[in-house]
């Protein structure tokens, strides 16, 4: 390229000319090929090793000419700073040492050829920001000594900067790794060190960052003492990080000689737990001060130490040898020759990632469904009288009032089967007198089909869908959005009134949507949809359908019919799920559209559909509109945003909204706009979030006004059962010894595992000396708590069961029934544990299901394991953010994941707990007790003992049921996943009419 004949300002030309060409051709090769720093750096290094060999000084001028020559420019000019130029200093060094080694009395050599150098006197900013002060020539001879190398030990440098250790370890031998940080100094090791391991990391993390590497028998360093990357302001843990890292990457029985500040010394109390935290595990052979003459010809006289420490548990943790004084060169000498031998060092080998299997989904086949052609016979107009009514004075001392419709009398009407109450607040309140007569088959009165009660809320219904709300709106193609209209404008529609049922269980609320339907069918609008929260409750609506004289067959279950099919039916009760009304499929490229299950409905409906809707159970669309949150705004739920696309994109439907708990939070109403809650100038309420804001603020008693005025318009009825004759009674179990040893090992393993955990979020740099990174602490700590409730909850709901049991057999014996509800049913621990044994063993299972496994899945999924990097941000605060390799995965931290096995290794070895439901049907027998929960497979016991597996078929909990409703089974056990919606109270209809023992055995929500 240049001959070392051309003068500076024609090489300048040169290279001009070049970027020019690059410019116009096109980058074919960037400038690094032009000027390799490394290379050059080597170059000049390759000049100035020839003066230290002839034994001539090398002074500034002589440097500066050779770093413009390979530089191809000035300092002035900025081609180069005078870092670049102690760099290359002490690359040649490095150079000196391979071609003459080392000679009979290093040290005297080693402070020779450094006297032959210009001391340093310009520091750059990268210099300063990350302390980059390489190790004297003497120094460093001192440290390899310490180490003891031959050529069997693999050497880790942690801060390798130019190479000076790694050359003097290279001397003996040995094997190299090597890291740093610093861009400019690893392409100098790059062309020093060709084919040696070469990372470049921050050391701070060197052992989570080389996990997978072998781990070296030796470590040599010269960390920064006070220097962080991406922190502005000095660290003091910095040292400390660095060497932590470091003995955890060491292998066990290796070396570790480090240098550092003098400072950070075992006699300083700042620091001297940090030793003896160090020293339990390993053992401190040598921490003394080293005289800052040492240092002059890098410019500072900065007393330092070195420590030395071998990886073998110390004798005495608290006994740390440790001298205060600072030494010379010959002194420091005498010490490092009497250090003991080096122990023997473990080789670790690396293990290979395990397979990941492959799920194969099978392909879900199609069940399409006869046409519907139900025909109710003998339909009448049902008559009823409206009498006046008179409110009390006041509230009474009672919480219920016994309840009985206030306004209407239907003669020949059944009262209903068990005594209502209503709450003494909307007994003081009666809904308007109705006109409305529902078109009902006339059995439904005389066969005492529907109670009076379930036909005031027909009558009600039927009232408030006469009517329509008030104004006129536009809906978008979106179904989302709604605007105020003229009454005349185009395309603008009126909403209808929608009715609200609000009574508790055994009230019949299916059995009332049922009637409310039926008087549609009745009027000819022979299409309705009913939605619901469990795809199980669809024999529910069948059972109240055919209750009331209609058929199976008229109600279609959607989930039989593909996504984005027509539905292949001119009438019929379409039952669907709130998570299928949600369902959508994407469009593909080679689609123009999506698919959504709304769509669907919506098409099969007919944009003048004017049938019902009965959203049951429809808090499950709660929370239909954004809101504000512990921690920031909270994003409507998915269902509630169907819900509301539903009712706007079918304005002439007959809207029922079906929830005991409806009137419990405002949220729960965020759905309910045909109400006329807002909008309307039935309430004073503007917009939904206007009505959503002001109530919220009035907490239930605002609610309480709102039912109580949603009742005196006609648009809300809830009643309960009473509680009159029902008796109530606290089981107290006393714990015994044994159960007690177990809780309190429990316990004490909990306390090791909030120990560990603030030890991991350290170690990943989350925590330290303040907390660097809040959201993930907050994460991890709520995981943590939120695991150790639940699984704290298992335990007691476990350790109940043996007198829960004894109470159970004492109710069997005495005639009743028993009625037990749970909350936890362990079933994915359950799926887990049985992906683990091979299918053919499932006959003769030695299975351990206890609720401890929760705590195990915490730790392995939700214990802080991922490195954190700390930097500092613009307002100067220290922050640390997920540490990610050159592959971009993330970086795990070694210490956390050793903290995290050491927790499950002494859990495994706990006392187990079987849940609840396990121990009650191993004990009574599964042909004594009815399961009904969201289980597909269960572990039952056979009469000798051997556990074994039992798949339960989708139609597994409507068996149950019937066997226990009709007698068969005295023992019924239920979740809330199997029976959200089902009764199972002693209706006059069923066999089984025993007087029912309810047991809640652990609190619900």
């Excluded at 066990?252 to 950070?264: E, K, M, P, Y």
């Excluded at 080789?347 to 290979?352: L, M, S």
């Excluded at 220290?878 to 096995?901: K, Q, W, Y």
Aim: with cysteine; proline share 4%.
């Amino acid at each position: 390229m240049h001959s070392e004949c051309t003068t500076p300002h024609q090489r300048k030309i040169l290279i001009m000319n070049m970027v020019s060409q690059i410019a116009t051709q096109g980058l074919l090769f960037d400038l690094q090929t032009i000027l390799d720093y490394g290379q050059s750096v080597i170059n000049v290094a390759q000049e100035l090793v020839k003066s230290l060999l002839q034994n001539r000084p090398l002074d500034s001028k002589t440097i500066q000419i050779q770093m413009n020559r390979y530089f191809l420019g000035t300092a002035a000019e900025g081609a180069w700073q005078w870092k670049d130029a102690y760099e290359a200093v002490e690359v040649a060094f490095i150079l000196y040492l391979r071609y003459k080694g080392l000679s009979d009395n290093p040290l005297e050599e080693l402070q020779r050829l450094e006297s032959l150098c210009p001391t340093h006197t310009r520091r750059s900013e990268e210099q300063l920001k990350l302390q980059q002060f390489s190790t004297p020539l003497p120094l460093a001879y001192l440290v390899v000594k310490a180490g003891q190398l031959s050529s069997d030990d693999r050497i880790l440098e942690p801060s390798a900067g130019t190479g000076i250790l790694a050359q003097f370890a290279k001397l003996q031998c040995a094997s190299l790794m090597l890291n740093e940080l610093s861009q400019d100094r690893t392409k100098i090791l790059r062309h020093l060190f060709p084919g040696v391991p070469l990372f470049q990391v921050n050391a701070e993390q060197i052992n989570d960052h080389l996990a997978g590497q072998t781990k070296p028998s030796v470590i040599l360093m010269n960390p920064p003492f006070s220097a962080s990357p991406g922190l502005r302001a000095r660290n003091p843990d910095a040292t400390a990080r660095h060497l932590n890292s470091a003995l955890q990457r060491l292998a066990d029985g290796g070396r570790l000689v480090t240098i550092s500040a003098n400072w950070f010394s075992p006699n300083n109390t700042t620091w001297r737990q940090t030793f003896e935290k160090w020293h339990s595990e390993a053992s401190v052979l040598l921490s003394v001060g080293v005289s800052g003459q040492i240092y002059a010809k890098h410019g500072t006289t900065m007393e330092t130490r070195i420590t030395v420490i071998d990886k073998v548990p110390a004798d005495n943790p608290c006994d740390i040898p440790c001298i205060s004084e600072t030494l010379d060169l010959p002194e420091l000498l005498a010490l490092i020759e009497q250090l003991p031998g080096r122990s023997q060092w473990k080789a670790t080998t690396v293990k290979a990632a395990a397979a990941v299997a492959k799920v194969v989904l099978t392909k879900r086949t199609t069940v399409v469904e006869q046409e519907p052609v139900s025909e109710i016979p003998d339909v009448v107009v049902l008559e009823y009288e409206v009498i006046k009514w008179v409110a009390s004075e006041g509230l009474k001392d009672t919480l219920y009032e016994t309840y009985r419709p206030q306004r209407i009398r239907i003669k020949g009407a059944r009262p209903h089967p068990s005594l209502l109450c209503e709450s003494a607040a909307l007994a003081l309140v009666s809904p308007p007198a109705p006109i409305y007569q529902p078109h009902l088959p006339s059995n439904i009165v005389s066969q005492g089909l529907l109670s009076e009660a379930q036909l005031e809320s027909v009558i009600y219904a039927g009232q408030a869908h006469s009517e329509f709300l008030s104004g006129s709106y536009l809906v978008d193609d979106s179904w989302d959005n709604v605007k105020v209209a003229a009454n005349s404008e185009e395309n603008a529609v009126k909403f209808r009134r929608g009715w609200f049922l609000g009574d508790g269980t055994g009230c019949g609320k299916g059995r009332q949507c049922a009637g409310i339907i039926l008087d549609n069918w009745c009027q000819g609008r022979r299409k309705a949809i009913w939605i619901s929260k469990s795809a199980a409750l669809i024999e529910d609506a069948r059972r109240d359908w055919c209750a009331l004289g209609g058929s199976e067959k008229d109600i279609i279950d959607l989930s039989n019919i593909k996504l984005g099919e027509p539905i292949p039916f001119t009438q019929g009760i379409l039952f669907c799920t709130y998570s299928t009304l949600r369902s959508v499929r994407l469009p593909q490229a080679s689609q123009k559209g999506g698919k959504s299950r709304l769509k669907q409905i919506v098409e099969w409906a007919g944009k003048d559909f004017e049938g019902a809707i009965a959203f049951d159970e429809c808090h499950s669309m709660g929370n239909a509109m954004a809101t504000e949150g512990k921690l920031g705004m909270v994003a409507a739920s998915q269902q509630g945003v169907v819900g509301l696309r539903l009712q706007n994109a079918l304005p002439k439907a007959r809207v029922i909204y079906v929830s005991a708990t409806g009137a419990t939070k405002v949220s729960n109403l965020s759905y309910a706009n045909r109400l006329g809650l807002w909008q309307t100038g039935d309430f004073p309420f503007t917009s939904r979030e206007d009505f959503v804001g002001s109530i919220e603020g009035g907490g239930i008693a605002a609610m309480e006004v709102v039912a109580r005025d949603l009742k005196a318009l006609g648009l809300y009825l809830a009643r309960s059962l009473s509680f009159e004759g029902v008796e109530y009674d606290t089981l107290e179990i006393e714990l015994t010894p044994t159960q007690e040893r177990i809780y309190d090992s429990y316990s004490e393993a909990f306390q090791v595992i909030h120990c560990n955990l603030e030890k991991a979020l350290e170690a990943c740099n989350i925590t330290g000396a303040k907390t660097y990174n809040r959201a993930a602490k907050m994460s991890a700590k709520s995981q943590f708590e939120s695991h150790k409730q639940r699984f704290f909850n298992h335990l007691l709901t476990g350790m109940k069961c043996p007198q829960l049991i004894k109470a159970i057999e004492n109710d069997l014996a005495a005639g009743n029934a028993v009625v037990i509800q749970i909350v936890s049913t362990n079933e994915e621990l359950l799926k887990r544990r049985l992906d683990e044994v091979p299918a053919s063993e499932w006959k003769d299972l030695n299975l351990d299901l206890t609720p401890r496994e929760y705590v195990m899945d915490y730790l392995m999924s939700g214990f802080p394991i991922h490195l954190h990097e700390i930097h500092s941000g613009e307002d100067g605060e220290e922050h640390s953010e997920p540490a990610f390799d050159a592959d971009g995965s993330p970086v795990i931290s070694t210490e956390a994941v050793a903290l995290r096995d050491a927790l499950i290794d002494k859990l495994a070895s706990l006392d187990p707990i079987p849940g609840a439901l396990e121990q009650l049907l191993w004990h009574f027998g599964h042909k004594q007790v009815a399961e009904v929960t969201g289980r597909s497979k269960r572990v039952l016991k056979d009469e000798s003992g051997r556990l074994f597996v039992d798949s339960r078929g989708s139609a597994a909990n409507l068996a149950e049921t019937a066997a226990f409703m009709n007698g068969d089974k005295q023992i019924l056990i239920f979740s809330d996943a199997g029976g959200t919606g089902r009764s199972y109270h002693a209706d006059l209809n069923a066999v089984n009419r025993l007087r029912a023992f309810r047991v809640a055995v652990e609190p619900t929500d």
